[in-house]
């Protein structure tokens, strides 16, 4: 298992069997999907590039404020925003401001800060997509998460990488996420780590800042144990979200009529035929996007001993190295 890294291609993890990972940051060409969000998020070439044109002209009338103005940036909100261009400023600017309210916790995330939770294997992408094209995140939030190798708060961040660099992708904008939140070795000294407020401030995360359209979480391998987890963290869900919660608990047979059984592995009774990508091997992968990360830590709202030149600079330099290297004409 290796990252191959070709000329004029994107990276990719090589799985073996031509099963590969990787993150396509390619725009949309296909007839198919360029049709799908059409209906589904009111995308056409003039709708398109009046809300490109109108959030560009929002994010520069906004005096403290800085984002990368490229159509590309902007896009990944525009997307799940239905390219209502104020809408997508809103959640621009909430993420921003939740990121100045717990600073301590969001600010300058890096993959290394977080080495130890993605080797353990709690993330995984899966190689291909489910029967309805979403892009599929695993999480073990069990026997593979180790307290002394990782906190909540780490937890947290790692989660924050994990769909903020898929969430730059158009296909995904398109189709979004389905989640397996595997819950199997859950111990209660994990669960006595959370707090309704930390269960608060995820929640908030997820519903208001994320620019991703999480279609499904499917929880498996759920026991009496998480009743009181999803206790803790029930209360916080919207309504919305809590319709898109599916407890399949073991019933892997019930997991491969929503997602497709060739998109599972074994660990579920799937038929792909090879294993998760590697932890130490993941890091070095995301790794190779790190930018995107400094991107996000560079934006947002300017404090009043910042300098919103500099910043701008900053922002602007980052997202021209970021087009560059992800081969985004």
């Known amino acids: 298992m290796s990252i191959v890294n070709e000329k004029d291609k994107h990276p990719y993890i090589d799985l073996g069997q031509d099963y590969k990972i990787s993150l396509n940051y390619a725009d949309i060409l296909d007839e198919k999907h360029l049709a799908m969000a059409k209906e589904d998020l009111r995308e056409t ?14 994010i520069e ?7 990368a103005t490229d159509d590309f940036f902007l896009l990944s909100y525009l997307r799940p925003c239905k390219f209502y261009a104020k809408s997508a400023l809103e959640r621009m600017q909430t993420y921003y401001s939740f990121k100045l309210k717990y600073k301590k916790y969001i600010d300058n995330i890096t993959v290394e800060s977080v080495r130890n939770i993605i080797e353990d294997g709690i993330f995984k992408y899966s190689p291909l997509c489910d029967k ?3 892009r599929i995140v695993f999480i073990q939030c069990g026997k593979s998460w180790k307290l002394d190798r990782g906190n909540k708060y780490e937890l947290f961040r790692c989660i924050q990488i994990i769909f903020q660099a898929v969430a730059l992708e158009p296909l995904t904008q398109i189709y979004g ?3 397996v939140l595997d819950m199997g070795g859950l111990s209660m000294d994990q669960v006595l780590t959370f707090t309704p407020s930390f269960a608060s401030m995820c929640l908030k995360w997820a519903h208001d800042c994320l620019p991703l ?11 009496k144990i998480f009743n009181i987890f999803w206790a803790l963290f029930g209360p916080f869900m919207s309504a919305k979200l809590k319709e898109r919660v599916h407890f399949i ?12 059984k060739e998109c599972l592995g074994k660990e579920y009774d799937g038929s792909l035929p090879v294993e998760h990508a590697d932890g130490k091997v993941f ?3 995301l790794k190779l996007y790190e930018k995107q990360f400094e991107l996000l830590n560079a934006s947002g709202f300017v404090e009043e ?15 021209k190295e970021i087009l560059r290297t992800i081969k985004v004409k």
């Not at 009046?50 to 560009?56: F, G, N, S, Y």
């Not at 608990?249 to 497709?260: I, K, P, R």
């Open 45 to 58: 070439p003039e709708i398109r590039e009046q809300a490109l044109k109108e959030l560009r002209e929002l």
């Open 61 to 67: 009338g906004e005096k403290n404020f800085v984002h």
């Open 132 to 134: 309805n094209g979403r």
């Open 177 to 179: 996420v389905s989640m």
């Open 213 to 223: 359209r999480l279609k499904k979480i499917y929880i498996v391998n759920n026991s």
């Open 249 to 260: 608990n073991q019933n892997y047979d019930v997991l491969a009529e929503y997602m497709g």
């Open 283 to 285: 890091v070095e992968f």
């Open 305 to 319: 001993n910042d300098d919103i030149g500099d910043r701008r600079n900053k922002v602007n330099t980052l997202a």
